[in-house]
């Protein structure tokens, strides 16, 4: 049994350097998710020098244990983004993040399929919102379909995809790093202003610096306690298995649970966050009895898999107040950007180039449409 290591890990990873001596660059990204290394990506194109540095490894945190589903839109379920933020600019940020799965694609070759995404519903009062999310998407012209098959019923989403996150993240990495890009691992940021990053093994001189980071960002922007708030999620996976046979990555009671099978047959499961909801804000990211024993009883009673648990894991991440990401300066010349609660895979990498061009004084129309989100200390 692997704990807290997610079955996208195949331990091929080459540990990258931690930070042993005083680097001098343009700009410093803190975080090496999928976030802060498109963040970096985008730097590098605008002419920047960049380092990077990552309290654990590469994508150690959500970027690399979350359920590795592409669902494009905002956090929200579509219908409910057109009511939260407006018709204009809900439709417009699916249709980026759906472009964002295509450049994914190209990132890490061989790590995405387009399968597809199931919108189950396990009451008939979710079905009444399934169809609601339904009618908005097909008024927009956005791809949708009903499903009634032997998953249950709900709504099949053809442009959503399925993905290996970890790979994903791995990749960019090796792909800046070639570029020219300094990356740390295991380099914690004791402390940090516009030019200058303290580490515990050396110091980072730079013009300006990103904090691309999701879970426990309000501890290390406290500028931003109050407008987001660290959560846990939890999840599990099997040996292969064909006990089901499970087409796409499926979310059901309101996006709290989700699953897909993998190309092995290896089921990856999560979600149970409500069954336990205060105890799971928290910055924590160690998998509990409690919510691990929900999964159990999912795997076993709702999709009837008796295949051995093989991993059980955890990561935080972070939810605002408006269901937006954050972009923002907190100081001059201090950027931060998370808060993406629960669905940061597409919005991730759209707020890591988007902040990488605001620090550098261009302008990005994702940063226009989350501008509502924006906080200034």
């Given amino acids: 049994m692997s704990i807290n290591t997610p079955v996208w890990d195949d331990g ?4 990258l350097p931690a930070l042993d001596a005083d680097v001098r660059t343009d700009v410093c990204v803190i975080g090496l998710g999928g976030t802060g290394l498109s963040c970096v990506d985008e730097l590098l194109a605008l002419g920047r020098r960049v380092a990077g540095i990552d309290a ?3 994508a150690g945190g959500a970027a690399g ?6 669902r494009a839109g905002a956090a929200a379920f579509h219908h409910e983004a057109v009511r939260g933020i407006g018709h204009r600019r809900a439709l417009r940020l699916y249709e980026l993040t759906r472009e964002e799965i295509h450049r994914i694609t190209e990132q890490a070759k061989g790590a995405v399929r387009f399968v ?3 919108r189950l519903a396990m009451s008939d009062e979710e079905h009444v919102d399934c169809a609601r999310q339904r009618e908005a998407m097909r008024d927009d012209g956005l791809p949708v379909k009903n499903y009634n098959g032997p998953l249950g019923r709900g709504i099949l989403i053809p442009g959503d995809a399925a993905f290996n996150p970890l790979a994903r993240c791995r990749a960019l990495a090796n792909r800046v790093r070639r570029e020219g890009a300094q990356l740390f ?6 402390g940090f202003t516009a030019d200058e990053v303290m580490t515990p093994h050396g110091r980072i001189a730079c013009e300006q610096v990103i904090v691309a980071v999701d879970g426990g960002l309000e501890t290390l922007v406290p500028e931003l306690a109050g407008s987001v708030r660290t959560a846990r999620l939890q999840m599990l996976a099997t040996a292969p298995t064909r006990e089901v046979e499970i087409p796409c990555p499926v979310s059901t009671r309101y996006g709290y649970d989700y699953w897909q099978q993998l190309p092995d047959g290896s089921l990856a499961l999560g979600g149970g966050r409500d069954r336990a909801i205060e105890q799971e804000w928290t910055a924590s990211s160690e998998p509990t009895p409690f919510i691990q ?3 159990d009883g999912v795997l076993r009673n709702q999709l009837r898999v008796k295949a051995p648990v093989t991993h059980r894991w955890a990561a935080s991440v972070s939810y605002t107040t408006t269901g937006l990401p954050v972009l923002a300066e907190v ?3 201090v950027w931060v950007t998370g808060g993406f609660s629960g669905n940061g895979n597409l919005v991730g990498a759209l707020c890591g180039r988007a902040v990488a061009r605001a620090a550098c004084g261009e302008h990005s129309e994702f940063a226009s449409l989350i501008a509502q989100s924006a906080v200034r200390a």
């Fill in 293 to 295: 024993d929900y999964l």
């Fill in 331 to 333: 100081r001059p010349g």
């Fill in 185 to 190: 691992e295991r380099t914690r940021a004791l």
């Fill in 65 to 70: 244990k979350n359920a590795g589903i592409l």
């Fill in 116 to 118: 597809g995404s199931l």
């Fill in 56 to 58: 654990g490894p590469v």
């Fill in 12 to 15: 091929r990873w080459p540990d």
